[in-house]
């Protein structure tokens, strides 16, 4: 399973307020080979402004050989975050879009404010130049039952872009004098 779909691991950090630096280390037990990558990594202080998380693409079904972190003994289990209307996913690393197939995923916002996030779609370049092409199309937005957080079930068409590499920015209308709060996620567009 290993070798025909790869790993994804998941585990969580607590970290304070303040900017970090995230290293990884993944070792083959076989042949003692090693990789690492590094991530800057910025936790913000706690606000009532709105915020929205990066696009989570939803990743198809048996993909990935998913693995968990074990709880330490006398420590909870952490809630797995990935849900949207009580069901999991395995959000995306990198989405990869097969031409002008959509492809689904889940926006996470904070503190919006009632009624439709008016929801803006641009598609960059890898040097920041905006480009014709994409759509985004809000599903429907999902209860939480917590206050103040927000799901919206949205899909993303790639009809338009050539294959390549591009970053999709998501901004919504903010509910107070912050502004619109915006985040974005690289993505890949092959050929069918």
């Known amino acids: 399973t290993l070798r025909q779909a790869g790993l994804k691991y998941y585990g ?3 970290l304070r ?4 630096l995230v290293r990884v280390l993944v070792r083959n037990a076989e042949t003692g080979r090693t990789g690492i990558a590094s991530l800057e990594v910025q936790v913000p202080a706690a606000t009532s402004d709105p915020v ?6 939803l990743e ?9 972190e074990r709880s330490a003994l006398g420590q909870a289990d952490v809630v797995y ?3 949207v209307k009580g069901e999991p996913y395995v959000p995306a690393a990198r989405p990869v879009l097969f031409g002008a197939r959509s492809a689904k995923l889940c926006l996470v916002a ?3 404010g009632p009624g439709e996030p008016g929801l803006t779609a641009t598609v960059l370049l890898p040097n920041g130049e ?3 092409g994409g759509r985004l199309a809000l599903v429907e937005r999902t209860a939480t039952g917590i206050e103040g957080l ?7 068409g790639a009809a338009g872009l050539k294959p390549g590499r591009y970053t999709l920015r998501i901004s919504a209308n903010g509910a107070t004098a912050a502004g619109r709060p915006v985040s974005s996620i690289p993505f890949d567009v092959v050929l069918n």
């Open 12 to 14: 969580h950090l607590e």
């Open 17 to 20: 307020t303040g900017n970090h």
């Open 52 to 57: 929205l998380l990066p696009p989570f693409f």
């Open 60 to 68: 198809g079904p048996g993909r990935w050989l998913l693995v968990r």
């Open 81 to 83: 975050p990935f849900t």
């Open 110 to 112: 904070y503190n919006l």
């Open 130 to 132: 905006q480009v014709d």
């Open 150 to 156: 927000d799901k919206y079930l949205a899909e993303f």
